[in-house]
């Protein structure tokens, strides 16, 4: 699914045959429906766009058949909407600055090319759809690290010793630290919890990136026996995540 995001290849043997290469070009939108949050890989989580769609109140539903037929109804206008939308960027698109960079940089240029096309008719300010971009992301990261119990413990931690405070010490004692007050069965289970320090170590670098999106410091030592973690967050973020 990353590399259908961001358009790539994906290689391997042609069926049937010993020696051919089958090599298939992928690029193509995937929307994934779900009632709990289905990304927990950092990586794809930031190649997407998180949508919660609102509940339909009982006095607003309607059969599938009439939400069919006001879809046909609407469908001319909307797509001609659309591909007039898409011709007004395209002539802004190498031209716009982008304020608000986000991993997926192209559609980050996008929105930017269409702040331009629609400030004049719309609420919109230059930079405001740039930035939602990020900010969905970044909640994105929120919600992958809340159906994770061992990055949102680390999250909970780092809040505690905000910087300049940060906290240090080896992975045993972050371990120990971490594990205060976590029920038997989440620590007994390797699956979601270190069994011991080292497993601590390994975890660490998966669930950094979704860490740092949340303004949380996480420094690695080099390995060995005496390796070093370094871990709080920026004042600013933590009075961020306690508004949110």
Not at 49 to 64: D, N, P, Q, Y
Not at 126 to 143: H, P, T, W
Not at 185 to 206: C, E
């Amino acid at each position: 699914m990353c590399i259908a995001a961001t358009g790539g290849t994906i290689n391997g043997r042609a069926l049937y045959t010993n020696s051919q290469e089958h090599v298939l070009q992928l690029h193509a939108p995937v929307v994934m429906t779900s009632l709990h949050h289905p990304v927990k890989e950092p990586d794809l989580a930031s190649r997407g766009l998180t949508i919660h769609l609102s509940k339909i109140v009982e006095k607003e539903r309607k059969e599938e058949k009439v939400l069919a037929d006001e879809l046909d109804r609407l469908t001319p206008s909307i797509y001609r909407g659309l591909l007039e939308l898409v011709a007004k960027i395209l002539q802004k698109l190498d031209t716009v600055e982008v304020i608000h960079p986000a991993r997926m940089i192209g559609f980050s240029k996008w929105l930017a090319a269409m702040e331009f096309c629609i400030v004049d008719e719309t609420e919109v300010e230059v930079g405001d759809l740039q930035k939602a971009y990020c900010d969905n992301i970044r909640a994105s990261f929120l919600e992958s690290l809340q159906e994770d119990v061992f990055a949102f413990a680390l999250l909970e931690f780092a809040k505690q010793h905000p910087a300049p405070n940060l906290w240090k010490g080896t992975p045993a004692q972050l371990l120990a630290e971490i594990s205060v007050g976590q029920p038997v069965k989440v620590t007994g289970n390797p699956k979601v919890w270190p069994a011991n320090p080292i497993s601590l170590g390994k975890r660490l670098p998966v669930v950094e990136k979704s860490l740092d999106a949340q303004g949380v410091v996480l420094v690695l030592g080099e390995r060995g026996t005496n390796r070093w973690i370094t871990i709080g967050m920026k004042p600013e973020q933590f009075e961020a995540i306690e508004e949110t």
